[in-house]
């Protein structure tokens, strides 16, 4: 089992940047693949960046690639997810789901744990 708390959401201005970061608890986090997801209200759990357990390897959802970074620190045992440039399209709740692979996966059904979320809020 790994416990997963998200933190860093908040309410920001269109073009301005947060840094989500997932703190992990339990198993060895290393052996984690960790992806991050969001939901907006009455939409589907989207998937928006994964990380591989060595975090060398990394894949961004198109409407995000160039403005978002994903990266761990597996000494600290946290994945952070860096938001630049954000937009109204944005604004949702943010979760970070792991799975026990060397991998990663897109698909949300793929991951075991999950976090409680954090939202993010992006006006214009």
């Known amino acids: 089992q790994v416990q997963l708390v998200e933190s860093g959401g908040g309410s920001v201005q269109a073009g301005d940047s947060l840094r989500l970061s997932c703190a992990a608890s339990g198993r060895t986090f290393s052996n984690y693949a960790v992806a991050w997801f969001r939901q907006a209200p009455g939409k589907e759990r989207d998937f928006v960046a994964a990380i591989n357990w060595g975090g060398d390897n990394t894949y961004l959802a198109g409407s995000v690639k160039g403005r978002f970074t994903i990266s761990r620190d597996n000494a600290k045992n946290t994945v952070d997810l860096q938001m630049n440039n954000l937009k109204p399209e944005d604004t949702a709740v943010y979760y970070c789901?792991?799975?026990?692979?060397?991998?990663?996966?897109?698909?949300?059904?793929?991951?075991?744990?999950w976090g409680q979320g954090t939202q993010v809020t992006v006006s214009s």
């Open positions: 789901a792991a799975v026990s692979i060397p991998s990663y996966y897109s698909d949300a059904k793929s991951y075991d744990f």
